[in-house]
Nanobody, 126 residues
Framework: QVHLVESGGSLVQTGDSLKLSCEAS????????MGWFRQAPGKEREFVAA????????YYAQSVKDRFTISKSDPKATLYLQMNNLKVEDTAVYYC???????????????????WGQGTQVTVSS
């Protein structure tokens, strides 16, 4: 059974940094693409970042490019999102997700991801 557990969310101030983690189990982590998405109150879920299963290709939403970095540790079966220079508009629940088959490409579309974590809240205050 696929299980994704996010952690690391917190209340921070504008300009601060935060690192989110997503611990994975129940599937072969190293052969699956992974993604981060977020949903702010009253808004639709949006793509944040994704990483290919081999870890060489990374994709970012324009709004977070140059501030956020996605990475992963295959031995730890953990996905990370390093967030720097946080802005108020980054406030959201952050979710990690994975696709349902091995060796698929990482995409920026939430509909392509089958398994989701429960989310972790990030609040950025001014």
């Amino acid at each position: 059974q696929v299980h994704l557990v996010e952690s690391g969310g917190s209340l921070v101030q504008t300009g601060d940094s935060l690192k989110l983690s997503c611990e994975a189990s129940g599937f072969t982590f190293k052969t699956h693409p992974m993604g981060w998405f977020r949903q702010a109150p009253g808004k639709e879920r949006e793509f944040v970042a994704a990483i290919s299963w081999i870890g060489e290709s990374k994709y970012y939403a324009q709004s977070v490019k140059d501030r956020f970095t996605i990475s992963k540790s295959d031995p730890k079966a953990t996905l990370y999102l390093q967030m720097n220079n946080l802005k108020v508009e980054d406030t959201a629940v952050y979710y990690c997700a994975t696709r349902d088959q091995e060796y698929l490409v990482a995409t920026m579309e939430g509909k392509d991801y089958t398994y989701w974590g429960q989310g972790t809240q990030v609040t950025v205050s001014s």
